[in-house]
Nanobody, 121 residues
Framework: QVQVVESGGGLVQPGESLRLSCSVS????????MGWYRQVPGKPRELVAM???????NFGLSMRGRVTISRDSAKKTVHLQMNTLKPEDTAVYFC???????????????WGQGTQVTVSS
């Protein structure tokens, strides 16, 4: 029953902002990295922003400087603030979470279903 739930996608005009949110639902033992990727049809999925359990962040090149990511580990939630959006930011944005569900074994990689972000005038 552990899954990730995304929200915040939609249609915006160039130069505007959006905030995406992602939460892990269900019982887990530990939350590792959590963040966002995006994908355009026919192109590879690329990193937007990632937050580690230690507080460090990593940003992809395409949106670096225009995005911030915040994490609330207690709520198992991350927020992605995207500013000065451009038409080329149009993509499906996927939430990613690495979680430890059981006391033994490797962490699980969880992906959201994806939320559409369209930037168009």
């Amino acid at each position: 029953q552990v899954q990730v739930v995304e929200s915040g996608g939609g249609l915006v005009q160039p130069g505007e902002s959006l905030r995406l949110s992602c939460s892990v639902s269900g019982n887990i033992l530990y939350l590792n990295g959590m963040g966002w990727y995006r994908q355009v049809p026919g192109k590879p999925r690329e990193l937007v922003a990632m937050s580690s359990n230690g507080g460090s962040t990593n940003f992809g090149l395409s949106m670096r400087g225009r995005v911030t990511i915040s994490r609330d580990s207690a709520k198992k939630t991350v927020h992605l603030q995207m500013n000065t959006l451009k038409p080329e930011d149009t993509a499906v944005y996927f939430c990613y979470a690495s979680v430890q569900i059981h006391a033994v074994g490797n962490p699980n990689d969880l992906w959201g279903q994806g939320t559409q972000v369209t930037v168009s005038s």
